[in-house]
């Protein structure tokens, strides 16, 4: 049974989701770097299979009309089981219950059609997103 929980996980365990994934592979971060980021965020939601962390979320959010989903993660071992979505659902959930008005996101063109079941849209090829990596914090 999974359970959610709308709480950051412990620093180690979220280290240890972000490397099954591979989510820590281009930018290389610590596990106290991933923490420091991760609990600014506007709202999470953590997914638990007994005691083992096997998926998170979290949105970043000024609390009034923008909001950024920027981690949606699953361990693979757990993916393909329903996870991923009800992570979504809880945080958008959490948005439509503060009224936010635009929740973006960016997601690998592979999960697009995961992310449309739930509503999202593609930007148009004259306005796509963009994104810069400083490699000199690594």
């Known amino acids: 049974m999974i359970t959610y929980v709308p709480h950051l996980p412990h620093k180690t365990e979220l280290y240890q989701l972000f490397q099954t994934t591979g989510w820590n592979g281009i930018i290389q971060l610590s596990e ?7 609990s600014t965020s506007w709202f999470t939601m953590s997914a638990y299979h007994n005691q083992d962390l096997v998926g998170f979320g979290r949105v970043l959010s000024d ?7 920027c981690d949606l993660i699953v361990h693979p071992d757990y993916q393909k089981q329903g996870i991923g ?3 979504l659902k809880a945080l958008l959930l959490q948005c439509t219950n503060h009224h936010i008005v635009s929740v973006q996101l960016c997601c690998a063109q592979a999960k697009a059609e995961f992310y449309k079941k739930f509503g999202f849209m ?3 090829s004259d306005a796509p997103g963009m994104y810069w990596l400083n490699r000199d914090l690594g």
């Open 63 to 69: 609390g009034v009309f923008q909001s950024f989903i």
């Open 32 to 38: 106290n770097k991933i923490y420091e980021g991760v």
């Open 122 to 124: 593609e930007r148009s």
């Open 85 to 87: 979505s009800s992570v």
